[in-house]
């Protein structure tokens, strides 16, 4: 992975108070594939259930955070009696390189994976430089 971003890691132990103080609350560590071009970096986060409105994504000076709950819905009138698949809450965060632009982050999401698009900062991408005969 390169220097431009960095992860650190934020699961909770089950049990423990997330940010809003509601004991039992773990969050899951989604998993993402990080790509590097020259004009920046794409980010990939498998988000399995998030709705639109129970993702979040935001900046804070260098640190880009990933917020996101997701959502089943069973039959209308019908109780559950037994159920395996757990609804996550998922958190995740990274550090970002001064040589990105976080103020262009682009962000889709689309059938389950969130899609960012972090591109470098005009100082920071490669350029040639003409080289004059004298």
């Known amino acids: 992975m390169s220097n431009d971003i960095q992860k650190t890691s934020n699961q909770q132990p089950a049990g423990a108070a997330d940010a809003a103080g509601t004991a039992g609350t773990p969050f899951v560590i ?6 590097e ?21 935001r900046v804070d000076g260098d640190s880009l955070q990933i917020e996101a709950n997701a959502a089943t ?6 109780t559950l009696l ?13 550090t970002l390189s001064r040589e990105l632009d976080s103020s262009a982050i682009t962000a889709e999401l689309k059938d389950g994976v969130l899609r960012l698009v972090i591109p470098r900062s005009e100082a920071a991408k490669p350029r040639r430089i003409p080289v004059n005969v004298g």
């Open 73 to 78: 819905h069973g039959p209308q009138d019908m």
């Open 30 to 35: 989604p998993p993402v594939d990080v790509f």
């Open 82 to 94: 037994y159920g395996e698949a757990q609804v996550p809450a998922y958190r995740r965060r990274f």
């Open 37 to 57: 071009d020259e004009s920046g970096i794409t980010l990939l986060a498998d988000l399995p259930g998030v709705p639109r409105d129970g993702l979040s994504v």
